[in-house]
């Protein structure tokens, strides 16, 4: 029930019709039978700054950010952590006394799956499909869970080139190493972590695999295949992959996660995981 007390919180992207968040959002919001709405919210990139101010006349608590504009946005907030700096990018937002602060949790929603099978990070030698803005925080993540080296595939140099240098005078740079798509049949033997980044294979274009079965051939049988894609669920990536015997993750735990932990910052309480996973898995239904 809206009252005259109900807070807002929302996700502004552009456009925003497809995002999933306001529906494990408020699913949660209701469970918890908490004071708040959580409303999508399309703002045109040059409409940025205003809705930001808007939002803070209004009294927003907090929101999500999509794209494009979860870098933009940045240099218009009064703070952003660690986390979000190395990545570059925030997606989650909240009010200080100081103004507003954001942070980027789709870094524990990526790790979120991955820590639930009690991996060694050290033991652990990811290869990322894709140096996308998603690869960034995927990127972190590895180098966070303690992976020593951390394999990149794109199909541009310059931009691997860019991305490593990004990072440079931290860790991350001397962690990364950049490859080209045509290296991938002699790289994926090594890795024991494999994950997709890319859009190749999402709904409708469901019958595309950035790895095809002839080069998942060569995975070991005991390598996790992670997706991040997630619809359809699973993708062709990951049935092949199921196919080969490996351990599959797909995308939609590291959206209801990364959405766990922005609700909880936002509530300052526990939040219903479940509860947001099974709002998803209903919808996509
Ligand atoms: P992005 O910034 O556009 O990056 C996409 C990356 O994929 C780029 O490196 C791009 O290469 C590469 N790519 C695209 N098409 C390709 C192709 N045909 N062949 C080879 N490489 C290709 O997008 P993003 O934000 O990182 O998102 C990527 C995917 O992750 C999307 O499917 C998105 O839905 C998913 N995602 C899921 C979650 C989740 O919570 N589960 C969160 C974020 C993103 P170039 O740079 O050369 O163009």
């Given at each position: 029930m809206i009252t005259g007390k109900t807070q807002l919180l929302g996700v502004i992207g552009y456009?925003?019709?497809?995002?999933l968040s306001p529906v494990m959002h408020n699913a949660a919001i209701a469970n918890l039978k908490a004071d708040y709405v959580y409303l999508p919210f399309p703002i045109p990139p040059e409409e940025l700054g205003k809705a930001i101010a808007g939002f803070s006349a209004i009294g927003v608590k907090g929101f999500s950010v999509t794209i494009p504009h979860k870098i933009t946005i940045m240099p218009l907030l009064g703070g952003v952590s660690d986390r979000a700096r190395l990545v570059g990018a925030v997606n989650t937002v909240w009010r200080t006394e100081e103004g507003w602060y954001g942070t980027n949790t789709d870094v524990d929603g990526f790790l979120a799956p991955l820590k639930a099978f009690n991996i060694e990070g050290t033991k652990m030698k990811p290869l990322i499909l894709g140096n996308g803005g998603a690869a960034r925080a995927v990127i972190v993540g590895c180098a966070e869970l303690g992976c020593k080296d951390i394999g990149v595939i794109g199909r541009d140099s310059n931009k691997l080139k860019e991305l490593r240098q990004s990072w440079a005078g931290t860790s991350l740079e001397n962690l990364m190493t950049s490859h080209t798509w045509d290296e991938l049949p002699g790289l994926i033997g090594e890795s024991n972590l494999l994950i997709n980044t890319t859009p190749i294979g999402m709904s409708p274009h469901i019958?595309?695999?950035?790895?095809s079965e002839e080069i998942f051939?060569?995975?070991?049988?005991?390598a996790i295949v992670y997706d991040l894609?997630?619809?359809?669920?699973?993708t062709r990536f990951l049935q092949i992959a199921r196919s080969r015997g490996a351990t599959l993750i797909d995308g939609l735990e590291m959206l209801v996660q990364q959405g766990a932990v922005a609700l909880k910052q936002w509530l300052n309480q526990p939040v219903p995981v479940d509860v947001m996973r099974q709002s998803l898995e209903d919808y996509l239904k």
């Open positions: 456009p925003i019709a497809h995002s019958e595309d695999t950035p790895v051939e060569r995975l070991s049988a005991d894609i997630y619809t359809p669920r699973p």
